[in-house]
């Protein structure tokens, strides 16, 4: 194959394969007009958002997924969402709530075994258990609580958030919205009347006062507690106007009709309350018109985000690269030139995917590349996959491809955990609320930590290849080391300019240039070691072995300066505390320490131990 077909080849194949990848985000086949609804903008976590952006992140929340099974079929998430908000009897019925923990099963009463999944009406009856040991287990630190405090903690605001969700739009167990409504339209002016006549109210009067105190109970139980604001303002209005179901009711009557959207959600919920699809679509399609009317800009920027979120190009890429990576194993073991091209067009066509959603999210936020630990993980990939793929250019060979969709598909999959948390989107701190040092101080570290990981992969390659080939040609290792030398040197560059452009951030926010917070520490330590080890080769402190490996423990400094300080939930920088990922995070700093050690022995030790 000729270097112009192969070429063609692994373009042909990378636009082949983002075309494929977007049928199969396709939302699962309903009755519902469901999509529409995900669409419609709602206020949520200090920002305007579609209703499947908040259905998705909650649904991740609560179960760790963005979809269920039901029936033998995929219920998506907007589905589950509409039954939480309209007919929360079903939604109780679905199993959500991932119960592991031993002790808070115990608590429960859920039968042990493999099934980890549990509908709301199985952990109802208990609870106010749940509750008061969550009372408890907030009064001690974080970092001293017990594994079931943690785990008791962590399912009470899993259930508070679903049953905030239950009492957004209607009252949980309420009757027909519609006739309450109607009822309080009804009501309003001999309640009215019954306020200006005092004692000489009439007996209906009096009677229309104590069914509205009912409704406004409800009302304010309904503001209390919703989740999110589904109500945009009105002509006249400020920006930031949007409001409840339940706030919109108690307000008085100014002489205005009331919100067209009262009586939409009321519709909806009534209709979809009696399984009436036609009905439901109606309403819903009268009022998304009225919004794209009254909130043109909300409605576009509502429907960009619900099309990024049904593509989902991160799950696309991080598929993709996973293949690339097995492709340029297949190349290795048959050195077949077909293979090595098809590696290349996958891990291309992974990287048009992982570009594609990294600037659909830039654009959506209106924000440089990295705002927080999520997008941090995103970006890291992507510039290391990136590195990867200039450096395989420059020396072909597979070990820059494979590092790179390595990367690639280990950040993706962290940011999918990560995802689980909340928002990826979220509103800024208000200490990064800074366009110009999140695009130069925050890119540029971020890059440094990017080119260390894919410096500490190379090490990694080299040390498994040391011992996996029988008889190693010199020349590759020597390829393999130089390249991991100039990622190092790269490395070097842009974590230090990283860090002083932070300290500048620092001196301007905080009035300091330097605090020995642990984020700076950590960040640091990264020039340090990468400057160590450009010190050792230059001095011939360290020769080819001991620069590949000392690679591989800069994958563990950096590790520890991007997710560490989240652990320790100390100091200025700590954005989260990440329980769970603390496992995770011992796990892969302990698999690096051993292809330390790998290196260290002797290539293929094994078996000249067999033949003494």
Not at 119 to 148: H, L, N
Not at 259 to 279: I, N, T
Not at 416 to 432: C, F, K
Not at 458 to 465: D, N, T
Request: aromatic letters at 10%; charged letters at 20%; proline letters at 6%.
């Amino acid at each position: 194959m000729t270097r112009q077909a192969r070429a063609a080849f692994q373009t042909a194949l990378a636009v082949g394969l983002l075309a494929a990848a977007w049928p199969l985000a396709a939302p699962p086949p309903s009755d519902w007009t469901l999509d529409v609804l995900g669409r419609l903008p709602v206020l949520e976590g200090g920002r305007v958002k579609p209703l499947d952006s908040f259905a998705r992140s909650s649904l991740l929340m609560l179960s760790g997924r963005q979809s269920l099974a039901s029936g033998g079929r995929s219920a998506g998430a907007m589905e589950w969402l509409a039954d939480a908000l309209f007919r929360p009897e079903r939604a109780d019925a679905r199993a959500v709530f991932t119960v592991d923990d031993p002790d808070l099963r115990g608590l429960l009463g859920l039968p042990e075994g493999p099934e980890r999944r549990f509908a709301y009406w199985r952990v109802e009856p208990r609870r106010a258990e749940v509750r008061a040991q969550a009372e408890s287990a907030e009064k001690v630190e974080a970092a001293r609580r017990s594994r079931f405090q943690a785990a008791v903690l962590n399912l009470d605001r899993r259930l508070e958030l679903y049953e905030r969700i239950q009492n957004t739009l209607m009252a949980a167990g309420a009757g027909d919205p519609v006739a309450e409504l109607a009822a309080f339209r009804r009501a309003m002016p001999a309640a009215l009347r019954a306020v200006h006549a005092g004692g000489a109210a009439s007996a209906s009067d009096r009677r229309a006062v104590r069914a509205l105190a009912g409704m406004l109970e409800r009302w304010r139980f309904l503001a209390r507690a919703a989740a999110f604001k589904p109500l945009p303002p009105r002509g006249g209005q400020p920006d930031d106007a949007w409001s409840s179901v339940g706030e919109t009711l108690l307000r008085p009557p100014d002489g205005t009709d009331p919100h067209p959207g009262l009586a939409a959600f009321a519709l909806m919920g009534r209709a979809y309350r009696l399984g009436r699809p036609a009905p439901f679509e109606a309403a819903l399609r009268e009022y998304a018109a009225w919004v794209a009317r009254t909130r043109p800009a909300d409605v576009r920027r509502a429907a960009a985000e619900e099309a990024f979120n049904r593509a989902q190009p991160f799950v696309s890429g991080m598929a993709l690269y996973l293949a690339a990576f097995l492709a340029v194993c297949a190349g290795w073991a048959t050195r077949r030139p077909e293979a090595e091209a098809a590696a290349r067009g996958l891990l291309l066509a992974a990287f048009a995917a992982h570009t594609a959603g990294l600037a659909a999210r830039m654009l959506l936020q209106g924000r440089p590349p990295v705002t927080n630990l999520y997008s941090s993980a995103v970006f890291v990939g992507w510039v290391g996959a990136g590195l990867g793929l200039l450096a395989e250019r420059a020396r072909p060979g597979g070990f820059a491809a494979a590092g790179g969709a390595l990367l690639g598909f280990c950040t993706l999959l962290i940011a999918q955990h990560l995802a689980a948390s909340g928002d990826t989107l979220e509103m800024m701190r208000a200490v990064l609320d800074s366009n110009f040092w999140l695009a130069t101080h925050v890119v540029t570290v971020t890059i440094g930590y990017a080119s260390t990981f894919l410096a500490g992969a190379l090490g990694a390659a080299w040390v498994l290849r040391r011992h996996w080939v029988r008889r190693p040609d010199p020349e590759s290792s020597r390829a393999l080391a130089s390249l991991a030398y100039g990622v190092v040197a790269f490395s070097l560059l842009f974590s230090f300019v990283g860090t002083m452009l932070g300290g500048i951030w620092a001196d301007q926010s905080w009035g300091r240039f330097w605090g020995w917070d642990p984020k700076e520490n950590g960040a640091l330590l990264i020039v340090l070691w990468n400057a160590i080890i450009l010190h050792a080769r230059w001095s011939g402190l360290a020769r080819e072995r001991g620069i590949m490996v000392m690679t591989v423990f800069g994958s563990v400094v950096t590790s520890l300066s991007w997710f560490g300080v989240n652990m320790l939930g100390v100091g200025l920088h700590s954005y989260g505390f990440m329980d769970k990922a603390f496992w995770w995070l011992a796990a892969f700093v302990a698999g690096q320490l051993a292809l330390m050690v790998l290196g260290l022995l002797p290539p293929r030790f094994w078996e000249a131990r067999r033949s003494s």
